[in-house]
């Protein structure tokens, strides 16, 4: 996985929010990569803006939160499975995700992991800073680099959602 660009002082410094992108799956088991094949979309289409870093990764949890530190903005995209129509795209804050479980009996939940983090005087961005474009998904657990036929047609769709809400995101 990519790693992600520590935010620079400089950056900061000029008033430019710091935007982290991260896409979450892993992409040799089908749905689940879709976060990483939006985030490799939207590369060509960022490249050019300042504050903007892009990364993709498979783990959330405390290790999600640390990639966070330092951020002002976060858009987390990864593949969903809430019962809606596979391919469906859903903007969602960091309070309105459905209660979510740690992908490990060591690991917390984001929620829990972000709490923690800032009692630990982590820089973290605000509840607010931090959304999550949802890709609904089919199939997570099958191997293959392709996702199936309606999330595999979501992936431009998402691409312009994040595009959309990083331009107005305030």
């Not at 749905?31 to 490799?40: C, E, I, K, N, T």
């Not at 209660?99 to 829990?112: E, R």
């Not at 709490?115 to 890709?135: E, Q, S, T």
């Not at 191997?143 to 107005?168: H, K, M, N, Y």
Request: proline content about 6%.
């Amino acid at each position: 996985m990519s790693r992600t660009p520590s935010p620079t002082d400089a950056t900061r410094s000029a008033g430019t929010p710091r935007t982290l992108v991260i896409g979450l799956g892993n992409p040799i088991l089908s749905d689940d990569g879709v976060g990483v094949h939006v985030v490799r979309r939207l590369r060509s289409r960022l490249e050019e803006r300042r504050g903007i870093d892009l990364a993709e990764d498979c783990r959330g949890g405390l290790h999600l939160m640390e990639r966070m530190i330092g951020y002002d903005r976060v858009l987390v995209i990864d593949a969903g499975r809430t019962g809606r129509p596979p391919g469906e795209v859903r903007v969602l804050s960091l309070h309105s995700l459905p209660s979510l479980h740690a992908g490990s009996a060591h690991d917390l939940d984001l929620p829990t992991a972000l709490a923690v983090g800032r009692r630990a005087g982590a820089a973290l961005p605000d509840p607010a800073g931090i959304r999550f474009l949802v890709i609904e998904s089919q199939d997570v657990l099958s191997f293959g680099e392709q996702c199936t036929p309606a999330v595999a047609a979501a992936i431009e769709r998402a691409a312009r959602v994040a595009l959309d809400l990083l331009s107005d995101w305030r």
